[in-house]
């Protein structure tokens, strides 16, 4: 079903009760994880509430910056936070932000500035352009812009990874091992003279397709193990694996940020497409994460990988090619997983105590800047459960 499908099926006017065998791939507000401007509160409530409870995640430096839940980039939601950012923008001049409408996808509408005058020209022409625009104006994010990316041949790129959640309480959530990098076509430079040319910033394929550079054959894809060889060797094993587990980290914080407010309805599951940009420091920022990410092909090698992740995601979510039963309980066995591995299961976590051992043991299971088991450079998954 597509997103608006969802909103209609479970709207309280329109909607319609789902029978036990019907299964769709949306939660009704998966918006809550999928909007730029709801994930980024959602993250920040989260934040408060594990300060509340004196959790060991919640600890912050001296600077005030959390250790280990700093993994968003300072965002403000505009026009409503503008006054907040105009001090946070005061504070370092010279930083580059980039501003994006909080509902749309594929770099539609995303502009970079430097500059208060360029938001002030902003705010001016989303006045009186139209009336639709007053409600569209209440909708955008504005984001310290990430101006260190880690290049590879003098490029920028992000990840793409895919996570299924078959269920939210308890959360239990895959990740599938052949997500992929997404390369700029033009080289990157911070040079501020370059902040409107889109082919140096966003990796969106919808946008770099139509760059002079592109190749149709390889698509500026490369895959994530790809990805990790070629960490391995200039950076080494260990920080690639530390790098990867963080990754894994991130991931499942931002899904325990938005489970209590997730409507967990027992006919949904959702494959969501994360997105995420490396520094040249090897830490990892989730930028967004997609509701419906691409399904459609640019490359000989997409069709193949995009082919494979619906048919995994199928078998997870209906076993065995049986008719679905939204009351099964939605623990599929190893061998139906295909390239899915379980990232998380909150029933499992809990059974073990790995969730007392966090709270005896600060120092050790916290995350991935806890400490690695370092017995062989493999990601261990135990290290952040």
Not at 115 to 131: A, C, G, M, N, V
Not at 265 to 283: N, S, V
Not at 330 to 336: G, L, N, Q, R, T
Request: hydrophobic letters at 30%; aromatic letters at 10%; glycine letters at 6%.
């Amino acid at each position: 079903m597509s997103v608006q499908t969802i909103r209609n099926v479970f709207s309280v006017e329109t909607g319609y009760r789902l029978s036990d065998d019907q299964i769709v791939n949306h939660f009704p507000n998966h918006y809550e994880l999928t909007r730029k401007d709801l994930m980024v509160k959602n993250i920040k409530r989260y934040r408060k509430e594990l300060e509340k409870e004196g959790s060991p995640l919640a600890e912050k430096d001296e600077n005030g910056k959390y250790l280990y839940l700093d993994f968003v980039p300072v965002t403000y939601m505009l026009p409503a936070d503008y006054n907040l950012f105009v001090e946070e923008f005061r504070k370092s001049p010279s930083s580059t932000w980039i501003m994006k409408p909080c509902g749309k996808a594929q770099g539609k509408g995303i502009f970079l500035i430097n500059k208060l005058s360029q938001i002030k020209k902003w705010s001016r022409d989303s006045k009186t352009s139209s009336f639709v625009s007053q409600s569209s104006k209440e909708a955008y994010v504005i984001s310290l812009y990430i101006n260190n990316p880690l290049l590879i041949g003098g490029r920028k790129f992000d990840l793409r990874l895919y996570v299924l959640v078959s269920t939210y309480r308890p959360l239990r959530c895959y990740m599938y091992k052949l997500g992929f990098c997404r390369f700029c076509t033009v080289k990157y430079t911070p040079s501020t003279s370059e902040l409107d040319n889109m082919f140096v910033h966003l990796t969106n394929v919808a946008i770099q397709k139509h760059g002079d550079d592109y190749n149709h054959i390889h698509g500026g894809k490369w895959t994530v193990s790809n990805l990790r060889l070629y960490l391995e060797s200039t950076r080494g094993k260990e920080v690639t694996s530390k790098l990867f587990d963080e990754i894994h980290w991130i991931i499942v914080q931002s899904l325990k940020a938005v489970a209590p407010v997730m409507n967990n309805d027992k006919h949904c599951f959702e494959c969501y497409g994360y997105d995420i940009i490396i520094d040249d420091r090897l830490k990892p920022w989730l930028i967004e994460v997609n509701a419906s990410p691409s399904l459609t092909s640019s490359t000989a090698n997409d069709r193949i990988l995009k082919y494979n992740l619906i048919n995994d995601t199928l078998n997870i979510a209906v076993p065995n090619g049986e008719i679905p039963d939204c009351k099964w309980n939605k623990s599929p066995p190893k061998e139906v997983l295909g390239n899915y591995e379980i990232l998380y299961d909150e029933e499992l976590a809990q059974g073990d105590g790995a969730d007392r051992e966090l709270r005896s043991r600060p120092g050790q299971s916290l995350g991935p800047k806890g400490s690695r088991s370092r017995d062989s450079g493999r990601t261990v998954l135990t290290t952040w459960k």
